[in-house]
């Protein structure tokens, strides 16, 4: 699996001293190459298409679970708090007065496995003119349309969720309809939408007057019916080893832009020539900028982040600072004694990756939260 250090290493390519229009053109197919490849480290073909995010917001929910999975710079603070690796959020597409829904699921790739999927609903609070003891309930359930000519009878429809509610109460309520969902998954055609009833206790339909959820255009997008989707795409890796964050480093982040070919040559000379061979292996900043590469249409949060990289020498004898394994050390001495022509010191590469979480809106502009594995140098060592 390419990590983002694979795309970042790409742009220090050494080539020829060509003329000044080669070298532009050369420089655009790097770019474009480069995009392509970090498109493949996050599990796109292309990248979804840039919104006018003055009128589209992320719903409340996918923001605070965000927020709790990940720092301000996305970096994971607890691999085991998100069940799999990508939190899907699905608004209504029926916008019906009626408490009925419709989810539009074709951007979930056949290939994921579906862990939990829930249907959120903003439940109003009754009005002024309606009296009700604050401990009565009603029961509020919800169905999964089997037959749109018979939704209204029992044989058209399948029960998913049911519980009480009290009727005086206001704010979000949380049914799991992940039955239905697996089986939209495996029958795109079986999605004939969901359908909600509320009764009394006694079992008598009540008036959608008294108990009122949220839906259609008549109320404000924050609260309208929202479905969402717990999966896993199956691009675990077997890392070095996920953990949740590292030490901060409060050392100024030197940005990644796009250089020209020349400046790239430049960078790489110096950086070889002035420092790399000099430093012990350590860990040093290096901050991706999603505005710059061209992303911050679609990106939520975070705008970017410090992936950190690996740079240093491993000289004789190594010591335990250096994070060596047994095999680096052998090597090392090996090195050191001359005892096998062409063996190299050991290399300053990763030793810990943490993974990331990026939150933004796909092509259907549905708001997607997914994990990353392996984007973050936690620690450097000698290997």
Known sequence: MLTALTWISMMGLAICRPSVNHLENESAEVRSEAIKRLLEVFGMEDPPAALVRGHKQPPQYMLDLYNTIADVDGVTKDPTLLEGNTVRSFFDKLHSDQIEFLFNMSTVAKSEKILTAELHLFKLRPQASLTFNRHHFCQVSVYQVLDSSKKNVSQGKKLLSSRLVPIHSSG???????????????????????????????????????????????????????????????????????????????????????????????????????????????????????????????????????????????????????????HATVQSIINALKLTKGIETPCCVPDKLFSINLLYFDDDENVVLKQYDDMVAGSCGCH
């Not at 007057?209 to 404000?220: E, I, W």
């Not at 040559?265 to 012990?280: G, V």
């Open 172 to 326: 979000w309520e949380v049914f799991t309809i992940t039955q239905a969902v697996r089986s939209w998954m495996s029958d795109e055609g079986s999605n004939l939408g969901l359908l909600v009833s509320v009764k009394t206790l006694a079992g008598l339909q009540m008036d959608l007057k008294t108990v009122l959820f949220a839906s259609g255009r008549n109320h404000h997008h924050s609260k309208q019916p929202m479905l969402v989707l717990f999966t896993d795409d199956g691009r675990r890796a077997a890392s070095l080893g996920i953990t949740s964050k590292g030490s901060d480093d409060s050392r100024a982040r030197p940005r990644l832009p796009f250089l020209s070919a020349a400046a790239r040559r430049s960078a790489r000379s110096i950086d070889y020539d002035e420092s790399r061979e000099k430093m012990p292996c350590q860990r040093l900043p290096l901050y991706v900028d999603f505005e710059e590469i061209g992303w911050s249409g679609w990106i939520v949060s975070p705008r970017g982040y410090n992936a950190y990289h690996c740079k240093g020498s491993c000289p004789f004898p190594l010591g335990q600072n250096m994070r060596p394994t047994n």
